[in-house]
């Protein structure tokens, strides 16, 4: 019988691609790094440099300050402003166009955005603006923050507060114009006047010694105005502007609350799945160990036991 000897060709030849090695993962850097600029160190960092900034610009008033130390000075801020770019920059790369999403880090950009502009000729109206950098305490300081969304929370309130204390000064003004427009035409001769003295006296600024006494030489009766006026705004009104923000900032707590809330029994439930997942392949994986596999027996007492199943009884001989 011959053997056939049976040749394949080689297969064509591929090239390799120049670099098989796969290129770093940009999404795990960007992620590193918003977790890094957003961390405790970093924002203590920019925090201290804020308030730095704020000194240096408190000096920068001085003549004598800026004689003695100007370049020092000079130095200062062009190095902050610098640092702050570069954390604007890298919060920029980690988050990408979710960057501009909130309204801290849009308030952010502006204000480090405005220091880049060369202050001179038709911008020099903008090293007024310099102290602005100040505010970026308020976008890094977590306790400000909740401050400025607490009164933004309360602007629904406060505006319809607001409505109705316009009313009430308006509705006060038309009588005290009415009353006591021609005698004293200084303070009530029309609705304008009308409505800054009753400012005044819902201030308690010198309105008994400065409006209400005099008027009362000529109207004895005049504390029925007055009386009723300041117990509605100085009072009333004005205490429900407090009650209003004081409710929004609870409001924000119990809503802060209540995410760590949802987070921790987030955790708890995934605690709880691993556990179960645990407990179910403890109680599956022993098993095995507690069959006791039988001794294996040799051919011939296989073949020696009868049909019952029982093993013959030793030989005496044998022993």
Request: net charge negative; charged share 15%.
């Amino acid at each position: 019988m011959s053997s056939q000897t049976t040749t394949t060709s080689p297969a064509p030849h591929s090239p390799l691609p120049p670099s098989t090695s796969p290129p770093p993962n940009a999404n795990a850097l960007r992620q590193r790094a918003g977790e890094w600029i957003e961390s405790r160190g970093p924002r203590n960092f920019i925090i201290a440099l804020i308030v730095i900034n704020a000194a240096v610009i408190g000096l920068q008033t001085s003549d004598t300050v800026v004689d003695a130390i100007g370049p020092a000075l000079i130095a200062i801020n062009a190095a902050t402003i610098a640092i702050f770019v570069v954390e604007i920059s890298i919060k920029i790369f980690a988050f990408g166009p979710s960057f501009f999403r909130s309204g801290w880090n849009i308030f952010d950009f502006v204000i480090v955005s405005i220091a880049l502009v060369p202050a001179s000729g038709a911008f020099e109206i903008l090293r007024t603006f310099r102290i602005l950098r100040v505010l970026r305490l308020v976008s890094q300081a977590k306790h400000l923050r909740q401050i400025v969304e607490s009164l933004g929370r309360a602007l629904p309130g406060i505006g319809w507060t607001a409505l109705l204390l316009l009313l009430v000064f308006y509705i006060f003004a038309v009588i005290g114009t009415e009353l006591f427009g021609e005698q004293f035409p200084e303070w009530f001769g029309n609705i304008g006047a009308s409505l800054f003295s009753l400012f005044q006296i819902m201030t308690l600024e010198s309105w008994s010694s400065g409006i209400a006494r005099p008027m009362l030489e000529t109207y004895p009766l005049a504390w029925l105005y007055f009386v009723p006026f300041i117990l509605v705004a100085s009072f009333m009104v004005l205490n429900l502007f407090i009650a209003i923000i004081v409710s929004a900032t609870q409001s924000l707590h119990d809503d802060e609350n209540e995410i760590k809330r949802e987070e921790m029994m987030a955790e708890i439930q995934a605690i709880r799945t691993r556990l179960d997942d645990l407990a179910t392949a403890l109680h599956i994986a022993p098993a095995a160990p507690d069959a006791v596999p039988a001794p294996a027996s040799s051919p011939a007492q296989e073949a020696d036991t009868p049909a019952t199943g029982r093993k013959p009884a030793p030989d005496i001989a044998d022993t």
